[in-house]
């Protein structure tokens, strides 16, 4: 039997695991990458975003030549208020992610090849080879949802230029004075020069149909609302992000001997709220990099751990989830995040990052809550919502 080439497979190019190469020759100059992608590029079109209290200051000079527009503070307005917050927000494109693996060496690009199924030590992929490696992540987006109840969180982003300068001077991150389509809605704005922008149409709703023509036209229409004629359209992405309302992980992620590590939406490692993964995917990262080496086996259990810990800290946002798509009507969903944002700006930002001290939530739970209060109790239980098997 040949032994297993000494180096890390990585199936799929995205975030996850664009951001473990980086960090792995980082850390580990000597180790081999190889990293399989389906498509053209590695990172996809995306723009990815995080909120400055998100990292750590390592974390943050890790991730520094990656991004592209950085800004001091950010607004949110609803029907009730608007309001600017001094917390930093920042965003990195996915051409830069692209650029710095390409120019890394050590780190084998294999792009416009899918892999077609993932072991422990191997990835087989359609054109009928065999990648073999000391041991393998998963990382191709998202799959099964097996004892998931899922609501989703989908987008249409038209980066544009204006003819005139739009004089947005920070990120409005929701904006949710529009109307409200298909559950909650909010546009999402981000200034990336004087006379650029990308707008983004963003929908929490039951389903995950999106349909390109309506959003599209919403999104031109909120720029003629706001005074901006739209002199061309750069760039568009679009996505549908799951919202994790319930999940029993055992199910989600079996105990399998023969299941390979995961990491990223694969993995289920993501803000069950907002959908953010970039602080999720590189605190991975880092824990992969500390512990390593690792084998096939090795690496498989460490990330399901990592995962199925952060799952348990979590099961708030899971909650609030529920409130949020069960409690009331769709079209005052909205209800819910207005309140929320009432709240410190500290426990925002503790809750952007996943680390909310125990005060912290029982300040999101106290009060009066925006949905009935009888209809909130019956949310609390989590195992009632769960898919039966």
């Known amino acids: 039997m040949t032994a297993a080439a000494p180096h890390l497979v990585l199936a799929g190019g995205g975030l996850a695991n664009g951001l473990i190469a980086l960090r792995m020759r980082e850390a580990h100059p000597d180790v081999p990458i190889t990293v399989i992608e389906a498509g053209p590029v590695a990172g996809g079109n995306h723009t990815w975003s995080f909120h400055g209290g998100d990292l750590s200051e390592h974390q943050h000079r890790f991730i520094e030549p990656l991004v592209r527009h950085r800004w001091s503070a950010q607004e949110v307005r609803f029907p009730a208020y608007a309001r600017r917050m001094s ?35 191997h990835v087989e992929t359609d054109t009928g080879d065999r990648v073999e490696g000391s041991a393998v992540i ?26 005139q300068p739009h004089g947005v001077e920070r990120p409005v991150i929701m904006d949710a004075t529009v109307s409200q389509a298909d559950g909650y809605r909010f546009v999402y704005v981000l200034p990336f020069s004087a006379d650029t922008l990308l707008i983004e149409d963003t929908r929490y709703s039951d389903g995950h149909a999106l349909s390109h023509g309506e959003l599209t036209e919403a999104i031109e229409a909120y720029a003629e609302d706001h005074g901006w004629e739209i002199a061309e359209t750069l760039r568009e992405e679009n996505g549908v992000l799951p919202i994790l309302m319930a999940g029993d992980f055992e199910r ?138």
Not at 145 to 159: I, R, V
Request: avoid cysteine; glycine fraction near 8%; hydrophobic fraction near 40%.
């Open 138 to 163: 998963d990382g191709r987006g998202p799959d099964r949802s097996d004892g998931l109840l899922l609501g989703f969180q989908k987008f249409l982003g038209l980066e544009v230029r204006t003819r």
């Open 87 to 121: 917390s930093s927000y920042l965003s990195i494109p996915s051409s830069a992610l692209a650029e710095r693996i390409a120019a890394t060496p050590g780190i084998e690009l294999r792009t416009g090849v899918r892999a077609a199924r993932v072991a422990r030590r």
């Open 252 to 389: 989600f992620w079996p105990d399998d001997a023969d299941a390979p590590a995961r990491a990223g939406l694969r993995a289920g490692l993501f803000h069950p709220t907002t959908g953010y993964s970039l602080p999720q995917a590189l605190s991975l990262a880092d824990a992969i990099v500390a512990r390593w080496p690792m084998d096939g086996d090795e690496l498989a259990s460490f990330t399901r751990d990592f995962v199925r810990r952060y799952w348990e800290d979590t099961g708030l946002f899971r909650l609030l989830n529920r409130m949020l798509f069960k409690a009331g009507r769709p079209e005052q969903r909205y209800l819910v995040m207005q309140r929320f944002y009432r709240l410190s700006e500290s426990l925002i930002t503790n809750f952007y990052a996943s680390r909310l001290t125990l005060p912290q939530k029982a300040r999101i739970l106290t009060g009066k809550p925006p949905v009935p209060f009888f209809k909130a109790l019956t949310l609390v239980p989590e195992r009632p919502f769960l898919p039966k098997e």
